[in-house]
């Protein structure tokens, strides 16, 4: 699925916008683009290569994967919808970058996977 077909679309820069009420007529069809970047990693994942290990590779990912920028009747952007799995991506490599940092900082407790899901889930629930 292609963002230009959504009705109302408008491009700005790397971004693609849809007003809210345009967003609300096609809210099904939002949710199938941005959950195309949750098939694109299994894929992905599914050959080995996990973009949340390497920061490069996970911010590759998060800027290559749909998303819509949903704008308000002035055309701010009030919200943007993404799919869990881009934001999964990030918070692994930015829980894997905080690790490196407490390393060479000498501060860090070394971790287990899914010792620092919990802790990246623990966030995201407070």
Known sequence: ??????????RKGPVDTLPIPDAARQLEAVARYVAQAQEDLTERE??????????ERALAFAQTAGAISL?????????????????????????????RLDEQQG????????????????????
Not at 1 to 10: N, P, R
Not at 109 to 120: F, M, N, Y
């Open 71 to 99: 704008t308000d009747a002035h055309g701010d952007t009030v919200a943007v919808v993404v799919s869990p799995a881009v934001l999964a991506v990030l918070e692994d490599a930015l829980g894997l970058l905080q690790g």
């Open 46 to 55: 599914k050959d080995g290569d996990s973009p949340a290990l390497d920061p």
């Open 107 to 126: 501060t860090a407790a070394p971790l287990t996977t899914d010792e620092l899901r919990d802790q990246l889930d623990g966030r995201m629930s407070s």
């Open 1 to 10: 699925m292609d963002s230009s077909q959504f009705d109302g679309l408008v």
